[in-house]
């Protein structure tokens, strides 16, 4: 088969500046961890390290919630189009600075520039866009009774969309009147301490956003410290769990975005190399690095041989390599332990009876990769249909009616996402009545929009972000 060749097109990496060492973005202000201790943050496409990053233990993490408690009171009380203005001009400044954000998010945590730049920064000033103009609106939102803010909210993110999962976390908060203390992943601390420069720059006034670099130990003194009124949480289903077992009984709020074991369904009567694509972007967006991934692909008995030519054939298109390269598809895997992981699961998926696919694909030498995988004759009972790869990896199973389809849809232990491929209408809005699932993409996949409420079902979580519903979590309602 021809392929086409490209020519390299590197973006520049001029365009940002990363200090050596970072401390915690504390009160306004950068201020050195009391452990004295800095991990150290790498391109995962290289290997090559970018900075030293702070190590927050349970005093700093002190030091941030005391910060934003006594933030709390004053920006309460700023009338709520002034809260409105600052969050608008984070927006503002994030468009502003957006080619260094994206080249930024690449270089840290793999994604193909291509993505960054086209998909997760526009969404984040979206998503700041959104929510300044809910802040001085409330009372419309939520007719008949008064919203209130919870206070300090403590904010632990994941590293697939570390940008967009800051902007899911903190742009509601600052809109119902929270203020906050966020914690990146440690894989990708690098767009969350350039969004605190923002935030300088933006003169929001100090304490309002603190943000503090570590790894699992500091998010749990986070959601165990006292003074946090509410936790938002998005990663692995694991931690959800032992956060929820934490705030028991505490009268935290709480909030949990976790995994997922999405079903792309294609119906006989689909568009067929429309569904390619869908069924693609479903999977390879971002490595599979997405919670909402259609890491399932469950096709109709009577085209699945068809659709699963046209889609090994569209697999041998896809460019690996280079993030920074405009015409890359699929980037670095974010970490070398995510990498081991999707390795143990494929073994896993083969050892079960799966036969894999992957296209010819060369992968550089250094950094993390993985290449664009299919798993056919998979069956219900095998891990690698019911278990979270996290990576470039589609599991592929068949149907024969719509019952079917609905009955091995629904049987993970996740409900987070789902897409159906039919050109009927009314098919559509009958599987989507019978998914379990936050989310169901009808002829299209990954689709994001800030006025659009996301989140799950089952072990996929509870509570929404994005739209209307996004500012529940950050409120609590009283009659008037
Ligand atoms: P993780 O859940 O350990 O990490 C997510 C965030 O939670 C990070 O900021 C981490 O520092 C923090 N964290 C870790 N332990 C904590 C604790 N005990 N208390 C409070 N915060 C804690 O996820 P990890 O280990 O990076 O990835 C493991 C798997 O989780 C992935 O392979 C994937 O399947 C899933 N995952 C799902 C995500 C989603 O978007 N739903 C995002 C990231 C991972
Ligand atoms: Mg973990």
């Known amino acids: 088969m021809a392929k086409w060749t490209y020519s390299e097109a590197p973006e520049s990496t001029d365009v940002v500046s990363i200090k050596d060492t970072y401390d915690l973005f504390i009160g306004g202000g950068w201020v050195a961890p009391e452990s004295g201790d800095y991990f150290k943050t790498i391109n995962p496409a290289t290997e090559e390290v970018l900075a030293a990053i702070s190590m927050a233990d349970e005093q700093d993490v002190d030091k941030a919630v005391s910060a934003a408690r006594e933030a709390a009171r004053p920006w309460q009380r700023l009338a709520p189009s002034q809260r409105a203005k600052y969050i608008f001009r984070i927006a503002r400044v994030v468009q502003e600075r957006s080619r260094e954000l994206a080249v930024l998010e690449s270089m840290n945590g793999g994604k193909p ?232 699961l494929v073994g896993i998926g083969v050892e079960e009876g799966a036969e894999i696919y992957q296209p010819p694909c060369e992968v550089p030498e250094r950094g993390f990769w993985f290449p664009p995988t299919v798993l056919m004759g998979v069956s219900q009972s095998h891990r690698v249909a019911q278990e979270e790869i996290f990576g470039p990896v589609l599991s592929v199973m068949t149907f024969r009616t719509p019952d079917e389809a609905v009955e091995k849809a629904n049987n993970t232990p996740f409900g987070l996402s789902a897409g159906v491929w039919t050109e009927k209408g009314s098919r559509i809005l009958w599987m989507a009545d019978r998914l379990d699932a936050g989310v169901v993409w009808a002829n299209t996949f990954n689709r994001f929009d800030p006025g659009s409420p996301f989140g799950g079902f089952k072990e996929s979580g509870f509570g929404r972000e994005g739209g209307r519903h996004g500012l529940e979590p950050y409120l609590d309602l009283e009659p008037l």
């Not at 119906?267 to 694509?277: G, H, K, M, R, S």
């Open 113 to 344: 520039i291509k993505e960054s730049r086209d998909v997760d920064v526009p969404l984040v000033a979206a998503h700041f866009f959104y929510y300044a103009g809910w802040a001085d609106k409330l009372e419309y939102a939520f007719p008949g009774r008064r919203a209130k803010p919870l206070g300090v909210a403590g904010q632990i993110i994941p590293w697939n969309f570390p940008l967009l999962m800051l902007a899911w976390k903190i742009a509601p908060a600052l809109a119902t009147g929270n203020t906050v203390v966020l914690k990146p992943a440690e894989t990708t601390p690098l767009t969350a301490l350039a969004f605190a420069e923002i935030v300088q720059q933006v003169e929001l006034p100090p304490g309002v956003v603190n943000i503090i670099t570590g790894a699992g130990a500091t998010g749990a003194a986070l959601v165990k410290h006292p003074r946090v009124h509410k936790i938002a949480f998005t990663g692995s289903t694991e931690v959800g769990k032992e956060i929820q077992r934490t705030v028991a009984g505490t009268g935290k709020h709480l909030s949990l975005e976790l995994g997922g074991k999405a079903a792309n369904i294609v119906f006989d009567d689909a568009a067929l190399d429309q569904a390619v694509e869908g069924v693609v972007n479903g999977i390879f967006f971002n490595q599979g690095h997405v919670c909402c991934a259609g890491s399932r692909l469950l096709v109709q008995e009577g085209i699945a041989e068809r659709f699963l030519d046209k889609l090994k054939r569209r697999l041998g298109t896809l460019r690996l390599g280079d993030p920074l390269d405009k015409n890359t598809d699929i980037g670095a895997i974010n970490s070398r332990d995510q990498l081991e992981k999707i390795k143990r």
